[in-house]
């Protein structure tokens, strides 16, 4: 592989390689583990680690996060990628948006802390996430815009409108298939 690795390219590769194989994803923690072990297989020189926190790689500043899903490092730590993931199940759509747009600010946060790239993998099953009667809000983002930017309010609870996550880039992405009507989306920093 290159000194730098395509995070999109391993992504795709992932997806593709779970439908001809019919391996099931059925939570998080699934996608996870499918996931490092196709890195572990396709990245042989590299250490694929699940659930690291933030100080193994000496950052000291504050994140909207302490753990990172699956790093990716040499031995030196030279080169450093983290892949934030999310498979929500419970519907609580607008929620589960607002926490990828929150992972999206910490993969931010790591890229201004050293990392050499960093990613949010998002797989969803169902149609919510990405259409729907409403695209205003924080649904315009996910179902009509494919991107997310700025600063994006918080859309339910006591802080509805009041927190937001304030984004420094702006991200684009296009929801691709999965296989068995679920779609995913990865957003590169």
């Given at each position: 592989m290159d000194a730098l690795l395509n995070l999109r390219q391993l992504v795709d590769d992932f997806f593709l390689f779970i439908q001809s194989k019919s391996i099931e994803i059925y939570n998080e923690f699934s996608l996870q583990h499918e996931l490092?072990?196709?890195l572990r297989e396709k990245?042989?020189?590299?250490?694929?680690?699940?659930?690291?926190n933030?100080?193994?790689f000496l950052i000291n500043s504050k994140t909207i996060k302490k753990e990172i899903d699956i790093s990716i490092f040499n031995d030196d730590k030279s080169e450093r990628y983290?892949?934030?993931?999310?498979h929500p199940?419970?519907?609580?759509?607008?929620?589960?948006?607002?926490?990828?747009?929150?992972?999206?600010?910490f993969m931010e946060q790591l890229k201004e802390n050293g990392f050499t790239k960093t990613a949010v993998v998002v797989l969803v099953s169902d149609r919510p996430f990405y259409e729907g009667r409403s695209n205003q809000g924080i649904y315009k983002y996910f179902r009509n815009e494919?991107?997310?930017?700025?600063?994006?309010?918080?859309?339910?609870?006591?802080?509805?409108?009041?927190e937001f996550i304030s984004l420094k880039g702006t991200y684009n992405f296009s929801w691709k298939s999965a296989g068995n009507n679920k779609k995913y989306f990865m957003i590169e920093v």
């Open positions: 490092g072990i196709f990245l042989p020189d590299y250490r694929i680690q699940f659930e690291r933030v100080s193994y983290a892949i934030e993931l999310k199940l419970n519907e609580q759509y607008p929620e589960q948006m607002y926490s990828f747009v929150k992972d999206v600010k494919y991107m997310v930017y700025g600063d994006v309010l918080k859309p339910t609870g006591a802080m509805k409108g009041k």
